[in-house]
């Protein structure tokens, strides 16, 4: 696949710094909002996405709906919250081919809801590790850095799998899980554990992370769910 055409539906924090990142890195790259402000304010004026990555202001095509697009799409990259999913990806259908590849961003573990739509053999579950958020329209903090992990959704890796993992790469690095349900359910155990000291104390990941506190009750909760999954009893 030779210069892919990529749709990215969602310019939120994950779905803005995603665009940015891939359209100054050369790809041919569009973006899909379900608010007319702002996919006019980033044909106008660009997004500007800084933090972990660095400092870019960039202009990406961009439509109020995804039913304004025109022409096929070789990759879809899904970064709509959860709930959103399934009708962003119907209304993505008129615009993939047999073999585009689609990928679900999302927090949780929404893709058996993907396959539903647009088929298994196009399905990509992918871990989004690293950490972001919108100071405004079209401002978007990097907040940390991580890893991606994408995996093709209950079948065996394909070249097109390596094509997405170097495109993700630009951001931060990719790797391919060959069991990628494993790993959105370690990413969701993370989850439990992090978001609950960002509620209590009002810190971004990245500043989380940086405190050695919050890192060993971080991994306390973690060893404590291990433990109680494994049947074992809860150590103080």
Known sequence: ???????IVGAGAVGGITAAILKKSGYEVSLATKHPDLATKILQEGIHAFGYWGDIRIKVPAVASVSDLDGNYDI?????????????AAKLLPYLREDSR???MQNGICE???????????TIGCVVGWGATMR???EIEMTSGGEFVVGNWKRERDDQLEIIRGILNHIVPARISDNIESSLYSKLIINSCITTLGVISGLYLG????IKKARDISIFSLNT????????????
């Open 1 to 7: 696949m030779k210069n892919p055409k990529i749709i």
């Open 76 to 88: 879809a990259l899904i970064a709509t919250k959860g709930y959103d999913m399934p009708e962003a």
């Open 102 to 104: 689609v990928v679900s």
């Open 112 to 122: 058996d809801k993907l396959a539903e739509v647009v088929g298994m053999e196009q």
């Open 136 to 138: 405004n329209p079209g």
């Open 207 to 210: 500043e989380i992370l940086a």
């Open 225 to 236: 769910k291990a433990r109680l999954h494994a049947g074992l009893p809860w150590i103080f």
